[in-house]
């Protein structure tokens, strides 16, 4: 069983990262729940965090037990972009259908009024502004477009 890897790993994999513009990061780099076993994810999240903040590189990461593993490093404020999709991230950056995503193709009918993506969140908004109805009064029809 691997549960870390070791020094030279994390001073050759520091090293790859300083001549990085991007870093895109799923999964760490141990058992990072364990000290001493998170030795190596907390050095190169700190390395990362650290070229970040110099604006050297755009750090992406995503997964739960990677953002667990950046928070535990204090390294995850200072990443560019962090998403706590898991696998879904590594499917949206493949660029593959999300169902999640997909399901925002969906038009509205709130009310009587027809509502379509991209402007769904916004039109909603306006229409309950403008017509200040009570909740019992809204009706929310969905179907797909």
């Keep these: 069983m691997i549960l870390d890897v070791g020094p030279a790993a994390v001073e050759a994999l520091a ?3 300083k001549t990085c513009r991007t870093l ?3 999964g760490p780099m141990g058992a990072f729940e364990t000290p001493p076993f998170d030795a190596a994810t907390v050095a190169l999240a700190r390395t990362a ?3 970040t903040r110099e604006r050297s590189l755009i750090s ?3 997964g739960g037990d990677t953002v667990a593993a950046l928070h535990h490093a204090g390294a995850a404020g200072n990443f560019s972009y962090i998403s706590t999709a898991g696998g879904a991230f590594l499917e949206w950056m493949e660029g593959r ?3 999640g995503v ?3 193709s969906l038009s509205v009918n709130l ?3 027809q509502l379509g993506h991209p402007n769904l969140v916004d039109s909603v908004a306006s229409i309950l502004d403008d017509t200040l109805m009570e909740p019992s009064r809204l009706e929310l029809e969905i179907t797909e477009s």
Excluded: H, I, K, T
């Design 102 to 104: 997909a399901a925002l």
């Design 49 to 51: 965090a650290a070229l």
């Design 111 to 113: 009310s009587g009024r």
């Design 60 to 62: 992406v990461a995503g």
């Design 24 to 26: 895109v990061w799923n």
């Design 97 to 99: 259908e999300l169902p």
């Design 15 to 17: 090293d790859v990262l």
